[in-house]
Protein backbone atom coordinates (compact mmCIF):
# COMPACT_ATOMS: atom_id res chain seq x y z
CA UNK A 1 0.00 0.00 0.00
CA UNK A 2 1.03 3.48 -1.15
CA UNK A 3 1.57 6.37 1.70
CA UNK A 4 -0.69 9.09 2.19
CA UNK A 5 -0.92 12.44 3.49
CA UNK A 6 -2.99 11.93 6.92
CA UNK A 7 -5.95 14.09 7.75
CA UNK A 8 -8.06 12.06 10.02
CA UNK A 9 -6.46 10.25 13.47
CA UNK A 10 -2.95 9.15 14.41
CA UNK A 11 -0.23 8.52 11.74
CA UNK A 12 1.13 5.07 11.42
CA UNK A 13 4.86 5.28 9.05
CA UNK A 14 3.61 2.14 7.16
CA UNK A 15 0.63 4.14 5.46
CA UNK A 16 1.16 7.88 6.19
CA UNK A 17 3.78 10.80 5.40
CA UNK A 18 4.95 11.47 8.79
CA UNK A 19 7.40 13.33 10.77
CA UNK A 20 9.25 11.53 13.31
CA UNK A 21 6.73 11.86 16.38
CA UNK A 22 9.60 11.86 19.28
CA UNK A 23 11.57 14.60 17.32
CA UNK A 24 8.64 17.07 17.61
CA UNK A 25 8.58 16.63 21.61
CA UNK A 26 11.92 15.36 22.84
CA UNK A 27 11.63 16.56 26.55
CA UNK A 28 8.68 13.61 26.90
CA UNK A 29 11.36 10.81 26.56
CA UNK A 30 13.70 12.56 29.35
CA UNK A 31 10.63 12.95 31.97
CA UNK A 32 9.62 9.36 31.84
CA UNK A 33 13.19 8.50 32.50
CA UNK A 34 13.32 10.71 35.56
CA UNK A 35 10.20 9.36 36.88
CA UNK A 36 7.73 12.87 35.65
CA UNK A 37 3.83 13.18 36.41
CA UNK A 38 3.59 15.49 33.41
CA UNK A 39 1.39 17.19 30.87
CA UNK A 40 1.22 17.20 26.80
CA UNK A 41 -1.32 19.47 25.37
CA UNK A 42 -1.76 20.79 22.03
CA UNK A 43 -4.93 21.92 19.74
CA UNK A 44 -6.64 19.17 18.14
CA UNK A 45 -5.03 17.16 15.48
CA UNK A 46 -1.15 18.29 15.86
CA UNK A 47 0.29 14.86 16.77
CA UNK A 48 -0.71 14.31 19.92
CA UNK A 49 -1.89 10.82 19.66
CA UNK A 50 0.58 10.03 17.41
CA UNK A 51 3.56 10.96 19.78
CA UNK A 52 2.28 9.27 23.00
CA UNK A 53 1.47 5.64 20.88
CA UNK A 54 5.38 5.76 19.57
CA UNK A 55 6.78 6.63 22.73
CA UNK A 56 4.45 3.94 24.72
CA UNK A 57 5.51 1.38 21.84
CA UNK A 58 9.26 2.23 22.50
CA UNK A 59 9.53 2.22 25.60
CA UNK A 60 8.39 -1.08 26.28
CA UNK A 61 10.16 -2.00 23.02
CA UNK A 62 13.55 -1.68 24.58
CA UNK A 63 12.47 -3.88 27.23
CA UNK A 64 12.64 -1.10 30.35
CA UNK A 65 9.35 -0.54 31.26
CA UNK A 66 5.95 -1.14 30.20
CA UNK A 67 4.22 1.51 28.53
CA UNK A 68 0.72 2.03 27.76
CA UNK A 69 -1.18 4.66 25.80
CA UNK A 70 -4.84 5.01 26.37
CA UNK A 71 -7.86 7.13 25.62
CA UNK A 72 -10.24 8.72 28.62
CA UNK A 73 -13.00 9.59 25.75
CA UNK A 74 -15.21 6.96 26.36
CA UNK A 75 -15.38 8.08 30.29
CA UNK A 76 -16.67 11.72 29.21
CA UNK A 77 -20.52 10.05 29.68
CA UNK A 78 -19.88 9.64 33.33
CA UNK A 79 -20.02 13.50 33.93
CA UNK A 80 -20.14 13.86 37.49
CA UNK A 81 -20.96 10.27 38.23
CA UNK A 82 -17.21 9.57 38.99
CA UNK A 83 -17.91 5.78 40.15
CA UNK A 84 -18.59 5.15 36.70
CA UNK A 85 -15.82 7.33 35.21
CA UNK A 86 -13.47 5.18 37.53
CA UNK A 87 -15.08 1.72 35.49
CA UNK A 88 -14.69 3.75 32.47
CA UNK A 89 -11.20 4.88 32.64
CA UNK A 90 -10.11 1.03 34.38
CA UNK A 91 -11.75 -0.61 31.36
CA UNK A 92 -10.05 1.61 28.66
CA UNK A 93 -7.08 0.62 30.15
CA UNK A 94 -7.53 -2.99 30.17
CA UNK A 95 -8.39 -2.92 26.39
CA UNK A 96 -5.28 -0.66 25.43
CA UNK A 97 -3.18 -3.24 27.77
CA UNK A 98 -4.68 -6.56 25.52
CA UNK A 99 -3.97 -5.02 22.44
CA UNK A 100 -0.21 -3.24 23.00
CA UNK A 101 1.53 -5.31 25.49
CA UNK A 102 2.81 -8.92 25.60
CA UNK A 103 0.29 -11.12 28.37
CA UNK A 104 3.07 -10.79 31.06
CA UNK A 105 2.85 -6.88 31.45
CA UNK A 106 -1.09 -6.87 31.09
CA UNK A 107 -2.84 -5.68 34.79
CA UNK A 108 -4.32 -8.36 36.65
CA UNK A 109 -8.24 -8.32 37.77
CA UNK A 110 -8.80 -5.24 38.97
CA UNK A 111 -9.60 -5.38 42.48
CA UNK A 112 -12.32 -4.15 44.12
CA UNK A 113 -12.75 -0.56 46.04
CA UNK A 114 -14.81 1.94 46.43
CA UNK A 115 -16.35 4.63 44.05
CA UNK A 116 -13.51 7.49 43.74
CA UNK A 117 -10.71 4.86 44.87
CA UNK A 118 -10.92 2.31 41.65
CA UNK A 119 -8.13 3.68 39.18
CA UNK A 120 -5.89 4.07 42.23
CA UNK A 121 -6.64 0.67 43.40
CA UNK A 122 -6.31 -0.59 40.21
CA UNK A 123 -2.84 1.00 38.88
CA UNK A 124 -1.63 0.42 42.03
CA UNK A 125 -2.42 -3.53 41.82
CA UNK A 126 -0.73 -3.37 38.60
CA UNK A 127 2.55 -1.61 39.34
CA UNK A 128 3.17 -3.61 42.46
CA UNK A 129 2.20 -7.46 40.23
CA UNK A 130 4.20 -5.61 36.69
CA UNK A 131 7.93 -6.62 36.21
CA UNK A 132 8.69 -3.69 34.71
CA UNK A 133 7.84 -0.24 36.05
CA UNK A 134 5.09 1.28 34.43
CA UNK A 135 4.28 4.34 32.47
CA UNK A 136 0.89 5.35 31.98
CA UNK A 137 -0.11 8.01 29.31
CA UNK A 138 -3.60 9.44 29.31
CA UNK A 139 -4.95 10.70 26.32
CA UNK A 140 -7.89 12.92 25.83
CA UNK A 141 -7.78 13.49 29.82
CA UNK A 142 -9.78 16.65 29.37
CA UNK A 143 -12.82 14.87 28.00
CA UNK A 144 -13.69 14.19 31.70
CA UNK A 145 -15.58 17.22 33.73
CA UNK A 146 -16.70 17.94 36.90
CA UNK A 147 -16.15 15.49 40.04
CA UNK A 148 -15.11 12.69 37.67
CA UNK A 149 -12.18 14.86 36.32
CA UNK A 150 -11.28 16.42 39.85
CA UNK A 151 -11.62 12.53 41.19
CA UNK A 152 -9.18 10.68 38.83
CA UNK A 153 -6.37 13.82 39.50
CA UNK A 154 -6.97 13.36 42.68
CA UNK A 155 -5.98 9.38 42.99
CA UNK A 156 -2.82 10.14 40.56
CA UNK A 157 -2.02 12.82 43.18
CA UNK A 158 -3.06 10.13 45.66
CA UNK A 159 -0.95 7.42 44.74
CA UNK A 160 2.38 9.75 43.74
CA UNK A 161 4.32 8.93 46.87
CA UNK A 162 4.02 4.76 46.36
CA UNK A 163 5.97 5.11 43.22
CA UNK A 164 7.50 2.98 41.61
CA UNK A 165 6.68 0.16 43.45
CA UNK A 166 3.01 0.43 43.89
CA UNK A 167 2.41 3.26 41.81
CA UNK A 168 3.26 4.16 38.28
CA UNK A 169 6.83 4.94 37.31
CA UNK A 170 5.82 8.25 35.19
CA UNK A 171 2.37 9.39 33.85
CA UNK A 172 1.43 11.87 31.75
CA UNK A 173 -2.00 13.71 31.22
CA UNK A 174 -2.25 14.55 27.36
CA UNK A 175 -5.66 17.24 26.21
CA UNK A 176 -6.40 20.18 24.56
CA UNK A 177 -4.98 22.75 27.37
CA UNK A 178 -2.89 22.59 30.42
CA UNK A 179 -3.93 20.77 33.17
CA UNK A 180 -4.80 23.80 35.35
CA UNK A 181 -7.03 24.76 32.28
CA UNK A 182 -9.56 21.31 32.29
CA UNK A 183 -12.87 22.05 33.10
CA UNK A 184 -14.74 20.75 35.58
CA UNK A 185 -17.73 22.04 35.16
CA UNK A 186 -21.07 20.00 32.92
CA UNK A 187 -20.62 21.29 29.54
CA UNK A 188 -17.15 22.90 29.74
CA UNK A 189 -17.87 26.03 31.20
CA UNK A 190 -16.40 27.89 34.01
CA UNK A 191 -14.69 27.11 36.35
CA UNK A 192 -11.40 25.93 35.61
CA UNK A 193 -8.98 24.06 37.78
CA UNK A 194 -6.34 27.16 38.12
CA UNK A 195 -3.51 26.91 40.12
CA UNK A 196 -4.94 24.70 43.29
CA UNK A 197 -5.36 21.74 40.61
CA UNK A 198 -5.21 18.13 42.66
CA UNK A 199 -2.62 17.28 39.93
CA UNK A 200 -0.25 19.41 41.32
CA UNK A 201 2.60 16.56 40.90
CA UNK A 202 3.34 17.64 37.86
CA UNK A 203 6.74 18.63 36.96
CA UNK A 204 6.43 20.12 33.35
CA UNK A 205 3.87 20.72 30.63
CA UNK A 206 4.81 20.25 26.92
CA UNK A 207 3.06 22.19 24.36
CA UNK A 208 3.27 20.40 20.59
CA UNK A 209 4.00 22.86 18.35
CA UNK A 210 3.74 23.25 15.29
CA UNK A 211 5.63 21.62 12.30
CA UNK A 212 9.10 23.71 11.19
CA UNK A 213 9.49 25.00 7.55
CA UNK A 214 12.18 22.51 7.66
CA UNK A 215 9.77 19.81 8.59
CA UNK A 216 7.11 20.52 6.10
CA UNK A 217 9.92 20.88 3.64
CA UNK A 218 10.69 17.13 4.88
CA UNK A 219 7.06 15.74 5.07
CA UNK A 220 6.42 16.89 1.05
CA UNK A 221 9.96 15.24 0.25
CA UNK A 222 8.90 12.04 1.42
CA UNK A 223 5.96 12.11 -1.16
CA UNK A 224 8.27 13.60 -4.11
CA UNK A 225 10.63 10.36 -2.81
CA UNK A 226 7.80 7.71 -3.07
CA UNK A 227 5.96 9.20 -6.48
CA UNK A 228 8.91 11.23 -8.37
CA UNK A 229 6.32 14.04 -8.25
CA UNK A 230 8.62 16.78 -6.95
CA UNK A 231 6.82 20.11 -5.03
CA UNK A 232 8.04 23.72 -6.94
CA UNK A 233 9.84 25.87 -4.37
CA UNK A 234 7.47 28.30 -5.03
CA UNK A 235 4.63 25.75 -3.89
CA UNK A 236 6.46 24.93 -0.91
CA UNK A 237 6.99 28.94 0.26
CA UNK A 238 3.10 29.00 -0.28
CA UNK A 239 2.17 25.89 1.72
CA UNK A 240 4.44 27.29 4.82
CA UNK A 241 2.86 30.52 4.24
CA UNK A 242 -0.53 29.88 3.99
CA UNK A 243 -0.22 26.89 6.83
CA UNK A 244 2.70 28.09 9.10
CA UNK A 245 2.90 24.90 9.68
CA UNK A 246 0.26 23.42 11.37
CA UNK A 247 -0.11 19.88 10.94
CA UNK A 248 -4.09 19.45 9.80
CA UNK A 249 -3.14 22.12 7.29
CA UNK A 250 0.04 21.12 5.98
CA UNK A 251 -1.32 17.35 5.68
CA UNK A 252 -4.86 18.80 3.97
CA UNK A 253 -3.22 20.68 1.78
CA UNK A 254 -0.92 18.48 -0.11
CA UNK A 255 -3.78 15.67 0.22
CA UNK A 256 -5.96 17.91 -1.61
CA UNK A 257 -3.73 18.53 -4.18
CA UNK A 258 -2.81 14.83 -4.95
CA UNK A 259 -5.80 13.00 -4.13
CA UNK A 260 -8.67 15.36 -4.60
CA UNK A 261 -7.30 17.61 -7.55
CA UNK A 262 -5.84 15.01 -8.49
CA UNK A 263 -2.85 16.82 -9.98
CA UNK A 264 -1.00 13.95 -12.15
CA UNK A 265 2.26 12.63 -10.98
CA UNK A 266 4.80 13.23 -13.52
CA UNK A 267 3.69 17.20 -13.00
CA UNK A 268 4.87 18.95 -10.90
CA UNK A 269 3.44 20.48 -7.86
CA UNK A 270 2.66 24.31 -8.10
CA UNK A 271 1.75 27.05 -6.50
CA UNK A 272 -1.21 27.80 -8.06
CA UNK A 273 -2.07 24.47 -7.14
CA UNK A 274 -0.89 25.20 -3.40
CA UNK A 275 -3.25 28.31 -3.63
CA UNK A 276 -6.50 26.42 -5.35
CA UNK A 277 -6.54 23.52 -2.88
CA UNK A 278 -6.31 26.34 0.11
CA UNK A 279 -9.66 27.60 -1.50
CA UNK A 280 -11.14 24.38 -1.66
CA UNK A 281 -10.48 23.46 2.31
CA UNK A 282 -12.16 26.91 2.89
CA UNK A 283 -15.15 25.95 1.23
CA UNK A 284 -15.25 22.69 2.36
CA UNK A 285 -15.04 23.85 5.70
CA UNK A 286 -14.16 20.19 7.06
CA UNK A 287 -15.00 19.26 10.57
CA UNK A 288 -11.01 20.33 11.90
CA UNK A 289 -11.60 23.78 10.32
CA UNK A 290 -15.94 23.95 12.18
CA UNK A 291 -14.23 22.79 15.70
CA UNK A 292 -12.04 25.52 15.40
CA UNK A 293 -15.20 28.38 14.29
CA UNK A 294 -17.43 26.56 16.78
CA UNK A 295 -15.37 28.20 19.12
CA UNK A 296 -15.47 32.05 18.38
CA UNK A 297 -19.06 32.73 19.88
CA UNK A 298 -17.22 31.98 23.22
CA UNK A 299 -16.85 35.04 25.40
CA UNK A 300 -13.27 34.14 26.15
CA UNK A 301 -11.79 33.83 22.57
CA UNK A 302 -14.19 36.92 21.40
CA UNK A 303 -12.30 38.83 23.65
CA UNK A 304 -9.33 38.06 22.09
CA UNK A 305 -9.94 37.68 18.41
CA UNK A 306 -12.42 41.06 18.43
CA UNK A 307 -9.35 43.05 18.71
CA UNK A 308 -7.09 41.24 16.03
CA UNK A 309 -9.22 41.69 13.85
CA UNK A 310 -10.07 45.30 14.14
CA UNK A 311 -6.30 45.49 14.35
CA UNK A 312 -6.60 47.71 17.92
CA UNK A 313 -3.72 47.57 20.47
CA UNK A 314 -3.48 44.31 22.30
CA UNK A 315 -1.90 43.69 25.80
CA UNK A 316 0.39 40.77 25.08
CA UNK A 317 -0.20 39.73 28.70
CA UNK A 318 1.60 35.47 28.91
CA UNK A 319 -0.57 35.51 31.84
CA UNK A 320 -3.87 36.04 30.46
CA UNK A 321 -6.27 32.97 31.07
CA UNK A 322 -8.57 33.80 27.90
CA UNK A 323 -5.18 34.61 25.69
CA UNK A 324 -3.63 31.50 27.49
CA UNK A 325 -7.02 29.27 26.50
CA UNK A 326 -7.19 30.87 22.40
CA UNK A 327 -3.77 29.90 22.01
CA UNK A 328 -4.03 26.44 23.29
CA UNK A 329 -7.38 25.97 21.17
CA UNK A 330 -5.06 26.64 18.33
CA UNK A 331 -6.57 29.99 17.46
CA UNK A 332 -3.99 32.24 17.66
CA UNK A 333 -0.07 32.12 17.49
CA UNK A 334 1.19 30.20 20.47
CA UNK A 335 4.34 33.11 20.99
CA UNK A 336 4.13 36.99 21.08
CA UNK A 337 2.85 38.88 19.30
CA UNK A 338 -0.50 38.40 19.64
CA UNK A 339 -1.68 37.27 16.19
CA UNK A 340 -3.66 35.04 14.29
CA UNK A 341 -2.37 31.60 13.94
CA UNK A 342 -2.05 31.04 9.91
CA UNK A 343 -3.82 32.86 7.00
CA UNK A 344 -5.88 30.08 6.55
CA UNK A 345 -7.52 30.21 10.14
CA UNK A 346 -7.20 34.25 9.18
CA UNK A 347 -9.75 33.30 5.95
CA UNK A 348 -11.89 31.11 7.64
CA UNK A 349 -12.81 33.50 10.77
CA UNK A 350 -13.74 36.36 8.57
CA UNK A 351 -15.36 34.32 6.17
CA UNK A 352 -17.08 32.55 8.91
CA UNK A 353 -18.10 36.23 11.24
CA UNK A 354 -18.85 37.71 7.83
CA UNK A 355 -20.75 35.33 6.76
CA UNK A 356 -24.65 37.26 7.39
CA UNK A 357 -23.25 40.11 5.06
CA UNK A 358 -22.10 37.78 2.18
CA UNK A 359 -25.23 36.21 1.93
CA UNK A 360 -26.84 40.12 0.89
CA UNK A 361 -24.64 40.65 -1.74
CA UNK A 362 -26.40 39.84 -4.79
CA UNK A 363 -24.03 41.72 -7.06
CA UNK A 364 -22.86 39.13 -10.06
CA UNK A 365 -19.06 38.46 -9.95
CA UNK A 366 -19.05 38.49 -13.92
CA UNK A 367 -19.87 42.38 -13.80
CA UNK A 368 -16.88 43.19 -12.62
CA UNK A 369 -14.73 41.75 -15.21
CA UNK A 370 -13.30 44.81 -17.68
CA UNK A 371 -13.38 43.56 -21.30
CA UNK A 372 -9.35 43.07 -21.04
CA UNK A 373 -10.26 40.33 -18.26
CA UNK A 374 -9.16 42.89 -15.56
CA UNK A 375 -10.65 43.67 -12.23
CA UNK A 376 -12.80 46.42 -12.24
CA UNK A 377 -12.11 48.01 -8.57
CA UNK A 378 -13.97 51.36 -9.08
CA UNK A 379 -17.38 49.33 -9.71
CA UNK A 380 -16.88 47.08 -7.05
CA UNK A 381 -16.16 50.38 -4.87
CA UNK A 382 -19.58 51.97 -6.34
CA UNK A 383 -21.32 49.35 -5.70
CA UNK A 384 -20.10 48.81 -2.24
CA UNK A 385 -21.51 52.38 -1.39
CA UNK A 386 -24.66 51.38 -2.79
CA UNK A 387 -25.14 48.28 -0.63
CA UNK A 388 -23.72 50.29 2.40
CA UNK A 389 -26.15 52.94 1.83
CA UNK A 390 -29.10 50.66 1.41
CA UNK A 391 -27.90 47.92 4.28
CA UNK A 392 -25.05 48.41 6.60
CA UNK A 393 -26.45 49.66 9.44
CA UNK A 394 -29.07 46.68 9.59
CA UNK A 395 -26.27 44.25 8.52
CA UNK A 396 -23.87 45.64 11.01
CA UNK A 397 -26.02 45.96 13.58
CA UNK A 398 -26.89 41.91 13.14
CA UNK A 399 -22.99 41.00 13.11
CA UNK A 400 -21.44 38.96 16.24
CA UNK A 401 -18.37 41.12 16.58
CA UNK A 402 -19.85 44.05 16.83
CA UNK A 403 -16.39 46.65 17.03
CA UNK A 404 -15.26 45.23 13.55
CA UNK A 405 -18.44 44.79 12.05
CA UNK A 406 -18.19 47.34 9.43
CA UNK A 407 -14.73 46.19 8.04
CA UNK A 408 -16.54 42.41 8.34
CA UNK A 409 -19.11 43.79 5.78
CA UNK A 410 -16.92 45.13 3.59
CA UNK A 411 -14.96 41.98 3.11
CA UNK A 412 -17.96 40.28 2.73
CA UNK A 413 -18.45 42.23 -0.02
CA UNK A 414 -15.20 41.94 -1.63
CA UNK A 415 -15.20 38.19 -1.20
CA UNK A 416 -18.13 38.04 -2.97
CA UNK A 417 -17.13 39.49 -5.89
CA UNK A 418 -14.00 38.31 -6.57
CA UNK A 419 -14.64 34.94 -5.86
CA UNK A 420 -13.75 32.51 -8.53
CA UNK A 421 -11.60 35.30 -10.62
CA UNK A 422 -9.16 36.49 -7.71
CA UNK A 423 -8.27 35.78 -4.53
CA UNK A 424 -8.17 38.25 -1.21
CA UNK A 425 -5.13 38.16 0.82
CA UNK A 426 -6.13 40.16 4.74
CA UNK A 427 -3.35 41.29 6.81
CA UNK A 428 -4.31 42.49 10.35
CA UNK A 429 -2.19 45.43 11.91
CA UNK A 430 -2.42 44.47 15.23
CA UNK A 431 -1.82 47.75 17.56
CA UNK A 432 -2.05 49.86 14.32
CA UNK A 433 -5.50 49.98 14.01
CA UNK A 434 -6.17 49.05 10.39
CA UNK A 435 -6.93 46.07 7.90
CA UNK A 436 -4.86 45.80 4.87
CA UNK A 437 -6.71 44.00 2.01
CA UNK A 438 -4.97 42.93 -1.29
CA UNK A 439 -7.00 41.51 -4.47
CA UNK A 440 -4.61 39.23 -6.20
CA UNK A 441 -6.47 39.11 -9.76
CA UNK A 442 -5.02 36.97 -12.87
CA UNK A 443 -5.36 37.64 -16.37
CA UNK A 444 -4.06 37.61 -19.85
CA UNK A 445 -2.35 40.11 -21.17
CA UNK A 446 -2.88 42.09 -24.84
CA UNK A 447 0.43 39.98 -25.89
CA UNK A 448 -0.76 36.69 -24.43
CA UNK A 449 1.11 36.68 -21.39
CA UNK A 450 -0.32 35.75 -18.02
CA UNK A 451 -0.46 38.68 -15.41
CA UNK A 452 -1.38 39.75 -12.13
CA UNK A 453 -3.47 42.77 -11.27
CA UNK A 454 -3.38 44.06 -7.49
CA UNK A 455 -5.29 46.63 -5.53
CA UNK A 456 -4.53 47.35 -2.41
CA UNK A 457 -6.98 48.65 0.26
CA UNK A 458 -6.36 49.68 3.70
CA UNK A 459 -9.59 49.46 6.06
CA UNK A 460 -9.37 52.23 9.74
CA UNK A 461 -12.04 52.86 11.90
CA UNK A 462 -12.66 56.44 13.26
CA UNK A 463 -14.11 56.45 16.81
CA UNK A 464 -15.17 58.12 19.60
CA UNK A 465 -12.66 59.99 21.29
CA UNK A 466 -10.06 59.80 18.65
CA UNK A 467 -9.22 62.15 16.08
CA UNK A 468 -9.83 62.14 12.19
CA UNK A 469 -7.73 58.61 10.97
CA UNK A 470 -7.05 60.31 7.60
CA UNK A 471 -3.72 61.38 8.18
CA UNK A 472 -2.31 58.69 9.81
CA UNK A 473 -4.56 56.31 7.34
CA UNK A 474 -2.63 57.99 4.15
CA UNK A 475 1.00 57.14 5.93
CA UNK A 476 -0.09 53.88 6.53
CA UNK A 477 -1.07 53.41 3.14
CA UNK A 478 1.78 54.66 1.81
CA UNK A 479 4.10 52.15 3.83
CA UNK A 480 1.87 49.25 2.41
CA UNK A 481 1.71 50.41 -0.96
CA UNK A 482 5.86 50.85 -0.67
CA UNK A 483 6.13 47.49 0.03
CA UNK A 484 3.67 45.91 -2.96
CA UNK A 485 5.89 47.94 -5.12
CA UNK A 486 2.45 49.19 -5.97
CA UNK A 487 1.42 53.33 -6.95
CA UNK A 488 -2.20 53.81 -5.62
CA UNK A 489 -4.58 52.73 -3.69
CA UNK A 490 -7.75 52.86 -1.41
CA UNK A 491 -8.04 53.92 1.97
CA UNK A 492 -11.67 53.64 3.74
CA UNK A 493 -12.68 55.21 6.38
CA UNK A 494 -15.33 54.02 8.85
CA UNK A 495 -17.23 56.92 11.12
CA UNK A 496 -18.30 54.73 13.98
CA UNK A 497 -19.03 58.27 16.51
CA UNK A 498 -21.73 58.60 17.78
CA UNK A 499 -21.69 62.16 16.43
CA UNK A 500 -21.61 61.09 13.22
CA UNK A 501 -23.63 62.32 10.40
CA UNK A 502 -26.42 60.17 9.15
CA UNK A 503 -24.80 57.46 6.85
CA UNK A 504 -26.12 59.10 3.69
CA UNK A 505 -24.39 62.03 4.55
CA UNK A 506 -20.74 60.68 5.69
CA UNK A 507 -20.77 58.00 2.99
CA UNK A 508 -18.43 59.83 -0.31
CA UNK A 509 -15.40 59.95 -2.33
CA UNK A 510 -12.47 61.99 -2.10
CA UNK A 511 -9.11 62.31 -3.71
CA UNK A 512 -5.98 62.76 -1.75
CA UNK A 513 -2.63 62.47 -1.71
CA UNK A 514 -0.07 60.15 0.57
CA UNK A 515 3.07 62.11 1.96
CA UNK A 516 5.47 60.86 -1.10
CA UNK A 517 3.14 62.16 -3.36
CA UNK A 518 1.23 59.12 -4.33
CA UNK A 519 -2.65 60.00 -5.63
CA UNK A 520 -5.04 57.48 -3.62
CA UNK A 521 -8.70 57.70 -3.58
CA UNK A 522 -10.58 57.53 0.08
CA UNK A 523 -13.98 56.39 0.87
CA UNK A 524 -15.44 57.42 3.93
CA UNK A 525 -18.67 55.73 4.95
Not at 394 to 406: D, F, L
Not at 408 to 415: E, G, N, P, R, S
Request: hydrophobic share 40%; glycine share 8%; with cysteine.
Amino acid sequence: MKRVFNTAGPCEPRFHYMIPPEQRAPEARRLVEEMGYFAVHAPRQTGKTTLLRSLARSLTAQGRFAALHFSCETAEVARDDFGLADRLVLGAIARSAEVDLPADLRPPAWPEADAGERVRHGVSAWAATCPRPLVLFFDEIDALNGESLISVLRQLRSGYNDRPDSFPWAVALCGLRDVRDYKVASGGGEPRLGTSSPFNVKVESLRIGDFSEDELRALYGQHTADTGQPFAEEALARAWDLTRGQPWLVNSVAREVVRNMAVPAAEPITAEHIEEAKERLILARQTHLDSLVARLMQPRVRRIIEPLLAGATFADNPYDDDLRYTQDLGLIAPDLPVRIANPIYGEVIVRVLAGLAETAVLADPRSFVLPDGRFDQQRMLREFVDFWLEHGEVITGQMPYHEVAPQLVLMAFLQRVVNGGGHVHREYGVGRGRIDLLVRWPYTAADGRRAEQREAIELKVWADGQADPLAKGLAQLDGYLDGLGLATGVLVIFDRRATALPVAQRTGFEAATTPSGRSVTVLRA
